[in-house]
């Protein structure tokens, strides 16, 4: 999988735009790796500088120094996007050049393998007749459940039976025999395959 680079600059205070763009100047000034930015290096200097002494000047609250702050933040954003996808081009995925333009790395996804197994499973009985309310804890990196359930044994693994599958982690069991004993449980399936079934709960429907 190929390196990429993380940006969310929304979400970036005006101190930490800030920040940013002087590491990005302070790697990328000279740097052979980046030849031709869209936005020099000084030019980007000078918007620092511009950017550091609204961000003074917005500290006594007023409200024409925090717009006046605010639009320079929206120039320095457009300039390291331009400056963020000038970088991408020029290092096709590469993180060890990606790291040199001072822009923080994306991190990457690591692929999850069979989900584990479901906790706290429980069975119980709800305002009607003949039916159980199932509940279980989620599992990281499943997309879906697989129920089971017996009447029999439930050390006995030929007699579980599925019976149905969900995306969520709750499921209604209906047109059971009241005060009947039956065992459940789930197991997790995600895009490697399906987990272990997890502890089982015994529930009676009234």
Not at 53 to 71: F, M, Q
């Amino acid at each position: 999988m190929k390196a990429n680079i993380k940006l969310m600059l929304s979400l970036l205070t005006p101190v930490g735009l800030l920040t940013l763009l002087r590491n990005v100047i302070t790697k990328m000034t000279g740097n052979p790796l980046f030849p031709t930015p869209p936005v020099s290096m000084a030019d980007m200097t000078v918007l620092g500088d511009t950017f550091q002494a609204e961000i003074e000047k917005a500290l006594d609250g007023s409200r024409a120094a925090k717009l006046r702050r605010d639009e320079v933040a929206r120039q320095v954003q457009a300039t390291l996007q331009q400056t963020a996808d000038y970088v991408r081009i020029q290092c096709l995925g590469n993180a060890a050049k990606l790291a040199e333009s001072g822009f923080p790395l994306a991190k990457k996804r690591e692929p999850v393998g069979v989900p584990g197994v479901s906790k706290n499973m429980m069975a119980r009985i709800t305002k009607r007749d003949n039916e159980l309310e199932l509940r279980w804890r989620s599992v990281h990196g499943a997309h879906g459940y697989q129920i089971w359930m017996t009447a029999n044994d439930p050390n006995v693994a030929a007699d579980w039976q599925p019976i149905g599958y969900t995306t969520r982690v709750s499921h209604l069991v209906t047109e059971l025999e009241s005060f009947k004993a039956y065992w459940f449980c789930v197991s997790a399936i995600g895009a490697a395959g399906e987990g272990r079934k997890c502890d089982p709960a015994m529930g009676r429907a009234a």
